[in-house]
């Protein structure tokens, strides 16, 4: 079931980048690097997400970060 999942979202992202990448001009390298740079931090995250899905949020990550200082900042 995985694998199919996996084979969607990356069929999902190449048919993404085969529309957008002729749009961009040659000259664009900054606009270029930029959508790589996202669409394949996406991509990792949607993978991550398939096999982790219990994997904590973004702001589950900050609240076991800042709550032993919060605790510390109230006595």
Known sequence: ????????????????ALYEW???????KKERAAFVTLAV???VIAV??????????????IDAIYKPIGKILEK
Request: zero cysteines; a neutral charge; charged letters at 10%.
């Open 1 to 16: 079931m995985k694998w199919g999942a996996l084979l969607g979202i990356t069929t999902i992202f190449t048919l993404i």
């Open 22 to 28: 002729p749009q961009m001009k040659p000259t664009e």
């Open 41 to 43: 931090t996406g991509w």
């Open 48 to 61: 991550l997400l398939l096999h982790f899905p219990d994997m904590p949020g973004p702001t589950q990550i």
